[in-house]
């Protein structure tokens, strides 16, 4: 499966922006999809996450609350949904996605990545 995000850019400090995650090659019903965020000099961490069917949904503390993600199977494509944006979200931002089964929320299961979309949050 290819994965290519889209929606990225700049926003000031309290906005919101949409991130979509455009699968091909394979049906993206197949897969649990994440959302991971770089940094500048940070490791990349999972942020949020989804089951192959929706059923199920992950997010780090850091995102909680202000974060949503969801998925359009038919139309191939994951979502998250940012709120209240802060500088501190700054980042790359990539989806990755990973055959279903137990360990959606477990970084290290996800195989299969997207080239990422630069989000920068302005104070």
């Known amino acids: 499966v290819q994965l290519v995000e889209s929606g990225g850019g700049l926003v000031q400090a309290g906005g919101s922006l949409r991130l979509s995650c455009a699968a091909s090659?394979?049906?993206?019903?197949?897969?649990?999809i994440g959302w991971f965020r770089q940094a500048p000099g940070k490791e990349r961490e999972l942020i949020a996450a989804?089951?192959?069917?929706?059923?199920?949904?992950y997010y780090a503390d850091s995102v909680k609350g202000r974060f949503s993600i969801s998925r359009d199977n038919a139309k191939n494509t994951v979502y998250l949904q940012m709120n209240s944006l802060k500088p501190e979200d700054t980042a790359v931002f990539y989806c990755a996605a990973q055959i279903g089964g137990p360990g959606y929320y477990y970084a290290s299961a996800y195989a299969y990545w997207g080239q990422g979309t630069l989000v920068t949050v302005s104070s």
């Open positions: 090659g394979r049906a993206i019903s197949n897969y649990h």
């Open positions: 989804i089951t192959w069917n929706g059923g199920n949904t």
